[in-house]
């Protein structure tokens, strides 16, 4: 997943669902710096434990479904990527259309977003979300097997707007 957020990325790399760390530490083992780096967390024991863990790192207790403000209470702008551990495919559809349509929200026009799964198919409704995506990995030797997906707007339609309206639409 940390391999998947592009070099040199001008912005914050947000990480949903940090749980006890595995993902944030290969972000920053991968180059990030720790003031790049946001993660949210909305499990309040494990936030604490991600606080205690990655001092340099900002760690926000909160949800996904409430992305853009919460990133606007803290100034975390511009996100220049996401990677998400957010077990999406255990969530209602209008769940996932309402988490992806956040991320997309707060996105850089261009920038990804890069999601785990167990599941055999997408686990983002990529049509409803007008975006694109497809497997960039698949990680056999994890048990079970596991796909990292990389989601982007197409090109030509990178403006934020779109994904505004289906968040309307969504809520
Ligand atoms: C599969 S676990 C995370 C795995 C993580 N990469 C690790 O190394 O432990 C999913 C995490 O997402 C968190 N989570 C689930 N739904 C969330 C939401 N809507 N907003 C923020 N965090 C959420 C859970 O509390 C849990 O810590």
Redesign the pocket.
Known sequence: MARQIPHGAQGFVVE????????TRAILASGIPPEQLVV????PM?HKHLVERFPGVRILLG???HLPSLLKRHGVVPVAAIVS???LLSLKKSIQLRIGAQAFAVLEPGAPFIQFTYGLFSPLPRNRLGIVGEVEERVLQNLPPASVWRYMRPAGRLSRNHSRSKLDHAA
Do not use: I
């Open positions: 949903l669902g940090g749980g006890t760390g595995a993902v949210v967390e909305r499990d494990l949800d996904a479904l551990s957010l077990p």
